[in-house]
């Protein structure tokens, strides 16, 4: 009896149409975005409260140009610390993994230090650095860091001990075997430490803005806030939530380039040939 076709590799790789899998949340938002519309103007809330969908839309366009310059001051300080996240947070957790006494010192602080939060630390950093941008930088970079070193670190530390055996039977030496076989195998649990980093950068650089900047949204979430104009606190979420969306998707095209097309069967039988 042959195995039906969602057992197979075949039925495995298979996947539903894009417009099948984009359908369902749209139908979702919009529906959302209709009951908020509605309920504002029908319940007679005021603006000051819960601005309408329409509102926001039209105190955006009429702030476009500024929102666009404090928006793009948030994505450099944004993308830039999280590049110094990835990269460190990468080091650390391979750090972690081979050297035990690194492991034994610092893992517990690492998982620890996720829970500090980050209203206690920005401050010394605007001691430190002023209000410059190279400052939010570091608070992301530092906050950001944590989820990627942890899943790197568990990433590898659960990766099944025949894939290093089998490299080194064929010849592989330690280093080879850790970057090209562990680290590969690893891959997904690291791109889900980079993805949680991802979903809060530009937030904290926002809140460090906010304590103490020059520009950017939090900046201009301070003073949508002191002139009570709550559509423009909305045109900020708007503008985190789309940066957050770019570096998703920016994490999901080089995750698909990089691992996307082998999975773990794929990846034993070439390990194996």
């Known amino acids: 009896m042959s195995a039906p076709a969602s057992w197979t590799r075949e ?7 894009l417009w099948k899998r984009i359908l369902p949340p749209l139908l979702t938002f919009a529906a959302l975005v209709l009951i908020w519309q509605f309920g504002v103007d029908l319940g007679g809330i005021s603006e000051h409260a819960l601005p309408s969908p329409w509102l926001v ?11 666009l310059t404090a928006a793009r001051i948030t994505a450099l300080e944004g993308f830039a610390g999280f590049l110094l996240a990835a990269v460190i947070g990468l080091l650390t957790g391979l750090a972690l993994y081979c050297w035990k006494p690194a492991h034994d010192a610092l893992y517990p602080l690492v998982a620890a230090a996720q829970m500090v939060p ?47 055996d089998v490299a080194l039977t064929c010849g592989a030496g330690r280093a080879w075997t850790l970057w090209h076989v562990k680290l590969r195998v690893a891959a997904g649990q690291v791109f889900s430490g980079l993805r949680v980093s991802a979903a809060y950068v530009f937030a904290t650089a926002a809140t460090a803005e906010y304590l103490g900047a020059r520009d950017g949204l939090g900046i201009w979430l301070q003073s949508a806030f002191n002139s009570f104009q709550t559509p423009l606190i909305f045109s900020a979420t708007l503008a985190i ?33």
């Open 11 to 17: 039925g495995r790789g298979r996947k539903r149409p």
């Open 57 to 67: 839309i039209q105190s955006t366009a009429r702030n476009w140009a500024d929102l």
């Open 118 to 164: 980050l209203i206690t630390i920005a401050p010394l950093f605007i001691i430190w650095f002023g209000f410059e941008p190279v400052g939010k930088v570091v608070v992301v970079a530092v906050f950001g860091l944590f989820p990627v070193a942890v899943q790197t670190y568990r990433g590898l530390k659960s990766v099944p001990g025949f894939y290093q």
């Open 241 to 273: 939530i789309a940066l957050t969306a770019v570096l998703l998707a920016l994490i999901a095209l080089v995750e698909r380039l990089t691992i996307g097309g082998n999975d773990e069967a794929e990846f034993t039988a070439e390990l194996g040939s």
